[in-house]
């Protein structure tokens, strides 16, 4: 019988091993959480990725879904996934234990070279020289107990299930012999070539840190050519479409900040391996001061106007339509608004107002209510493309800050709003 354990059922767990049963393999999914299981069974499980809660929920109905918090489960699979965050403290510095205390828990139960996937991002070298000694620290040895490999996941919230028929799978084991069994394995469930093997556990993790410090560089390099642009008063945000027709240029768009659990926190990873390689990776760090800077240069583009301090604040999620705050650049936003001298209210269509107190913010429920002056755009949710320019003027905003540029300008000024995008 094929069977698949997944380590870690949150969204990317879920997403995972979604796609395995699509092809009618076993699933134990294992999540120290001994909710999920409860809610599975009394059919209360539901999701907003599109197609995966009539996928898991059949799935778990027939029997080929296995929900547990018991490692044991694992026994008589043939590869396990772990798909459990490997988290940061507020410096940004790894914390090892909750993470590798995943691979004690499942070391009991590793034998005859059971195939085991980090699917989770790590800094390059993680694998091989932390992961392993690990599970070696319990006895278990790499080559004659389990082989490991790095997968890294590298799919988005909003259409995960679309992404893993499409998305390259990138994988490199410790060995050549995790890989070609990594290789044989990744067949069952997906395409074969969309499977890409590299030389090494640490070409793959290299691969997820550098494709996010890209992005994380290319917003920056577009956050200072904006600061610099509305200086000397051109629109750059509406120039970029025309930059990119050069056949080379690929510019992102300038914004108010980079949020979430990937962007702002991998270029990190790489940062701190170049430090142990007696190295400086500049461009990256710069990158990240010169994006978290973007909430309070926001905040000066209206601040010298106001007359009534009092902002509010459209959107606490880092991407548009999900309920996902790590890392927001709302948080900064609120820090930098607050300094300033700003009372500042949140709206947000996906949190409860319950749910944004308990975050610490002051929520509204009526966003042409809250007597704000200024109003800044962190999250283009869908709900905010359509904002009533006059009732937010009737309400006393003046300014408002797109810092998505997202929003009809036209639109806000002819309503008498005094508009400014990031670079725009
Ligand atoms: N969410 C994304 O958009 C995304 C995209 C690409 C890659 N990733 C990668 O996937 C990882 C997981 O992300 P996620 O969004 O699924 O996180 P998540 O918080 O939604 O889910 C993580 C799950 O792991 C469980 N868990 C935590 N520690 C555990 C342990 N020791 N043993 C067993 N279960 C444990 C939690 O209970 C939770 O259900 C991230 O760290 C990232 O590297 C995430």
Redesign the pocket.
């Known amino acids: 019988m094929k069977k698949i354990s997944v ?7 879920q997403a995972v091993v979604a796609n395995i049963l699509d092809h009618d393999i076993h699933v134990s999914a ?4 001994p909710d ?1 299981k409860r809610i599975f069974e009394s059919g209360k499980y539901e999701s907003n990725e599109p197609g995966l809660a009539d996928s898991l929920n059949k799935s778990f109905g027939k029997g080929l879904l296995q929900i547990t918090d018991d490692f044991s489960a694992v026994k008589g699979s043939q590869a396990i996934i772990v ?4 988290l940061v403290d507020k410096q940004k510095n790894i914390l090892d234990e ?1 993470f590798l ?2 691979f004690k ?1 499942l070391a009991p139960f590793l034998s005859e070279n059971v195939l085991i996937v980090i ?3 790590i800094p390059v070298g993680y694998g091989r020289n932390t992961v392993v000694p690990a599970i070696e620290s319990m006895g278990k040895k790499h080559g004659v107990d389990f082989l490991l490999v790095h997968s890294p ?5 909003g259409s995960m299930l679309k992404q893993l028929l499409v998305t390259p799978k990138v994988i490199g084991g410790v060995s050549k012999e995790a890989t070609t069994k990594a290789f044989e394995i990744y067949q069952w469930f997906f395409n074969k070539d969309l499977i890409h093997l590299v030389d090494s556990i640490e070409a793959a993790e290299m691969v997820k840190l550098a494709g996010m410090a890209y992005r994380d560089v290319n917003i920056a390099l577009s956050n200072q050519l904006a600061q610099f642009a509305h200086r000397i008063g051109v629109n750059f945000a509406d120039l970029i479409p025309l930059i990119n027709t050069d056949g080379e240029a690929y510019l992102l768009q300038p914004g108010i900040g980079v949020g979430g ?2 962007t702002p926190v991998y270029p990190y990873f790489l940062i701190n391996n170049f430090k142990n390689a007696g190295m400086d990776f500049v461009l990256a760090s710069e990158s990240r001061v010169i994006n978290d800077e973007m909430a309070a240069h926001a905040v000066q583009l209206v601040s010298k106007q106001v007359k009534n301090k009092k902002a509010l604040i459209l959107g606490l999620s880092f991407r548009p339509n999900i309920k996902e705050d790590t890392f927001s650049t709302t948080y900064l936003l609120r820090e930098a608004l607050a300094q300033d001298g700003f009372d500042v209210v949140l709206h947000d269509t996906e949190f409860s107002a319950e749910e944004l107190t308990k975050k610490g913010f002051q929520p509204v429920d009526d966003i042409y209510a809250t007597g704000a002056e200024a109003v800044f755009v962190v999250t283009m949710h869908e709900q905010y493309k359509k904002l009533d320019y006059y009732k937010l003027a009737a309400s006393g905003v003046r300014f408002l800050v797109d810092g998505r540029n997202g929003l009809d300008r036209k639109a806000a000024e002819s309503a008498g709003l005094i508009y400014t995008g990031i670079g725009r």
Do not use: M
């Not at 380590?7 to 767990?13: A, E, L, N, S, T």
């Open positions: 380590v870690g059922f949150g969204k990317i767990g294992v999540d120290i959480n999920l798909a459990i965050p490997l909750p205390d995943c828990k699917e989770t991002s996941e590298r799919i988005k919230s659990h990937c």
